[in-house]
C-alpha cells in the first residue's frame, strides 16, 4: 500500500508538470505568432486592420538584435507605429501626436532618401545581437539594407548613421507612451554600451 502522502506529492507533481507543459506550450505558439506576423509585416502582405489600427501594409522598418531577442518597429504609411520584440509582445499604436509623428516622418524621408542603398528581399533573417537592418516596404516588393554592426553604423562617416539615430529618437518617443503595465514586455531602446 502506498503512503497517502506520496500520492497528494505525486499529484501535485503531476498537476504541476502539466501547468508548466501547458505554459511552455502557450509562449511557443505566441512566439511562432509573432514570428509570421513580423515575416508576413516585413514581405508588405499585412492585409489586416489589427489592434494597432494599421491599414496599409507599406512603410518603413528598423531591426535591431538585442541580446536573445529581435525588436521590430514599424512605421506604417498611414502614420500607424508598431513595436514588437518577436520572442515576447507585441505593442500597436496608432498614435499621431507631434513627437511621434516627427519622428517618424524624419526617419521615413531619411531611409528614402537612403533608396538607392536597398536592395531586395524576400528573406528576413533574424538580425544578430548588436546587428541592424533597415526595410522598405513597398507594395512591389521589400527592400533591405543587409545586416550592420550597431556601433559600425553609428561612426559619423557610415551612411545609416543619421537613420540609425532617428531610429532611436522613434523607438525612445514610442517607449515612452507604453503603458506602464507593459514595460516589463516591452523592450528599451538600444543604445550606447548594449554590447551584452
Same mark, same amino acid.
Given at each position: @500500500?502506498?503512503?497517502?502522502l506520496?500520492?497528494v ?7 504541476i508538470? +502539466? ?11 505566441r512566439?511562432a505568432?509573432l514570428?509570421?506576423?513580423r515575416?508576413? +509585416? ?11 489600427? #494599421? ?5 518603413? !522598418? ?10 521590430t518597429? &514599424? ?24 513627437? +511621434? ?6 526617419? #521615413?524621408?531619411?531611409?528614402e ?30 527592400l ?16 545609416? #548613421?543619421?537613420?540609425?539615430?532617428l ?6 518617443? &514610442?517607449?515612452?507612451? &507604453?503603458p ?10 538600444? @543604445?550606447e554600451?548594449? !554590447?551584452?
Open positions: @500500500m502506498a503512503d497517502p506520496l500520492l506529492l505525486a499529484s501535485f507533481a503531476t498537476i508538470a +502539466i501547468m508548466l507543459g501547458k505554459l511552455f506550450l502557450a509562449r511557443f505558439r512566439s505568432q514570428m509570421e506576423r515575416k508576413t +509585416i516585413l514581405a508588405g502582405e499585412w492585409d489586416s486592420v489589427d489592434a494597432s489600427g #494599421c491599414t496599409v501594409p507599406t512603410g518603413v !522598418a528598423v531591426e535591431w538584435g538585442v541580446k536573445r531577442n529581435t525588436v518597429l &514599424v512605421r506604417f504609411d498611414d502614420g500607424t507605429v508598431d513595436l514588437f520584440n518577436t520572442h515576447r509582445a507585441s505593442v500597436g499604436f496608432a498614435y499621431h501626436d507631434e513627437q +511621434i509623428s516627427d519622428a517618424a516622418e524624419r526617419l #521615413c524621408a531619411e531611409l532618401s537612403l533608396a538607392p542603398k536597398f536592395t531586395p528581399s524576400s528573406d528576413f533573417p533574424l538580425p544578430r545581437n548588436n546587428d541592424i537592418v533597415f526595410y522598405l516596404i513597398r507594395d512591389t516588393g521589400s533591405w539594407t543587409g545586416t550592420f554592426c550597431v556601433q559600425d553604423v553609428r561612426n559619423p562617416e557610415h551612411s545609416f #548613421c543619421t537613420a540609425e539615430k531610429a532611436r529618437e522613434l523607438l525612445t518617443s &514610442v517607449e515612452d507612451r &507604453v506602464d503595465f507593459l514595460l516589463g514586455v516591452v523592450p528599451k531602446a538600444p @543604445m554600451g548594449d !554590447a551584452a
